[in-house]
């Protein structure tokens, strides 16, 4: 799941680099997809969270999730801010 999420993210990095690319101010057709993609990413990170935090209820995994060295759930959470940040800047919600 988690690598279904990193894909999710990276199609929606490359769909945010593309509106600056749009000639059409926010072409809707790209702003309605972004929107379907960051739903699922939505979707897909509170499932992990919540799988996550199930598997720390176990010890003696009650410590935090590494995925490639670091805190996943803080990962997660550090990238939804900052497509939050980019997405206000492209006035799209």
Request: proline letters at 1%.
């Amino acid at each position: 799941m988690i690598s279904d999420r990193e894909y999710t993210a990276a199609l929606i990095q490359t769909k945010v680099a593309s509106l600056d690319d749009c000639e059409e101010e926010n072409d809707d057709e790209a702003i309605s997809n972004l929107q379907k993609n960051m739903k699922t990413l939505t979707d897909q990170s509170d499932y992990i969270e919540e799988k996550i935090n199930k598997f720390r209820e176990v010890n003696p995994f009650d410590r935090v999730f590494l995925y490639k060295g670091d805190d996943y759930t803080k990962t997660m959470k550090h990238y939804h801010s900052m497509l939050d940040k980019v997405l206000q800047v492209h006035e799209i919600s």
